[in-house]
């Protein structure tokens, strides 16, 4: 089945500090891709759209400048929390779709990236 | 996208099947009905998804109304490991279609 990546699966940093956390489609290509966060004891919000070799676009109230997305090939999204912060801290979710098999096709998800700033 | 209601929480008998209900009264013809799950701390795992057919896999099945206003997953023989948040979503499918999550139901099974 389709498997999506997700890289890392948690990381610990100072505040200030810029994160990168990686996402890969194994077994298909995506020509999309979403960006979720989620809060404890809430549900996903997707926080972006990537589409590859195009701009990503932002969820209202996402902070395009704070949350810097590269969608630069068919099998790799990432997002970078620059200048993080505690209030950053969150369960950041990446999904894939196979886009060569149909609109209809179900999107996967990673296992997800804790992240803490401290 | 067609908006959902779940009801928050549901219990379920370990061995039994777990019916769990979804309405989605302004659901339009070319949407989609998906069906996904959250363990803790994880990622949403893909169930089975359908138009206006029953769908059957390996995990699931999906019974969608005739008018298509409301849906029930069913998980045959519930086991301890299906205890999760389900999230029933209406997607079109378009290729730029989004998938929104509301706040699911809990699912818990228990000896």
């Known amino acids: 089945g389709a498997v999506v990546s997700q890289h890392p699966s948690w990381v610990i940093c100072k505040s200030g500090t810029s994160v990168k956390i990686e996402c890969r489609s194994l077994d298909f290509q995506a020509t999309t891709m979403f960006w979720y966060r989620q809060f404890p004891k809430q549900s996903l919000m997707l926080m972006a759209t990537s589409n590859e070799g195009s701009k990503a676009t932002y969820e209202q109230g996402v902070e395009k400048d704070k949350f810097l997305i590269n969608h630069a090939s068919l099998t790799l999204s990432t997002l970078t929390v620059t200048s993080a912060h505690p209030e950053d801290s969150s369960f950041y979710i990446c999904s894939a779709r196979d886009g060569g098999r149909g609109g209809n096709q179900p999107q996967h998800f990673g296992d997800g990236t804790r992240l803490s700033i401290l | 996208d067609a908006k959902t209601t779940q009801p928050p929480s549901m219990d379920c008998a370990e061995g039994r099947a777990a019916n769990l209900p979804c309405n989605h009264s302004t659901i339009s013809g070319n949407e989609y009905v998906y069906w996904y799950r959250q363990i803790h701390s994880q990622g949403p795992q893909y169930i089975i998804h359908?138009?206006?057919n029953n769908e059957t896999n390996e995990m699931a099945s999906l019974i969608i109304t005739e008018d298509r206003k409301s849906s029930t997953l069913i998980l045959p023989h519930a086991t301890l490991r299906d205890t999760a948040v389900y999230y029933c979503i209406v997607r079109g499918a378009g290729t730029a279609s989004k998938l929104t999550f509301g706040t699911g139901t809990r699912l818990q099974v228990t000896l």
């Open positions: 359908g138009l206006k």
